[in-house]
């Protein structure tokens, strides 16, 4: 039954890119938790839980970068699946939002549901409700989700872009 308790959750790959988005910044639990709209223990929870899993250092500050690489490009699309869902208006994401709409030129739009959003597109569910606001404060974050979501949810051409990217913003940060 312990197990479970470790097992990964979709927030726990938030909390990374945040900290991967904050560059050397130094950080804190409490501004983490009030910069994603998360409660402090969420985080420290998300902390042991990437601890355990190897994605973070022993003292829960450093981001295995090789390790959350690795687990974005090969395993986030099958832990947290998503398919395009209906028309609605929201925040772009996948390719739809820089920088991959930079890169690669679709038809199709996708959004994460928001009220105040100024694009139609189909629907994506966030990792976490909570990223859309989070997303509109931190533009470095909203590029790193927005990839992450195109290998989530994208064709093989614009998975492997979104990999490409992704993998430079994290190893070479």
């Known amino acids: 039954m312990a197990q479970a ?3 990964l959750k979709p927030q726990d790959v938030v909390i990374l890119l945040k900290i991967i988005a904050l ?5 804190f639990h409490h501004t983490l938790a009030q910069e ?3 409660s402090q223990s969420e985080v420290s929870q998300s902390l042991n839980r990437s601890k355990y899993a190897g994605l973070i250092d022993d003292n829960r500050k450093k981001v295995n970068r090789i390790a959350l690489t690795e687990f974005l490009m090969n395993g986030v699309a099958y832990a947290f699946p998503q398919q395009p ?3 609605v208006r929201g925040i ?4 739809s939002a820089e920088p991959l709409n930079k890169i690669i ?3 199709e739009k996708y959004v994460w549901p928001y009220a105040k959003g100024i694009d139609r597109g189909q629907a994506i569910e966030p990792l976490y409700s909570t990223i859309v606001e989070a997303s509109l404060k931190d533009k470095g974050l ?4 927005a990839m992450v979501d195109a290998i989530r949810v994208g064709r093989t051409r614009e998975k492997e872009i979104a990999k490409k990217e992704l993998r430079k913003r994290i190893l070479n940060a």
Not at 23 to 27: A, F, L, T, V
């Open 105 to 107: 030129n679709a038809n």
């Open 23 to 27: 560059g050397g910044q130094s950080w």
């Open 5 to 7: 308790k470790n097992n």
């Open 85 to 87: 869902g209906a028309l």
């Open 92 to 95: 772009l994401t996948a390719h």
């Open 142 to 145: 909203y590029e790193l989700l």
């Open 36 to 38: 994603l709209g998360m």
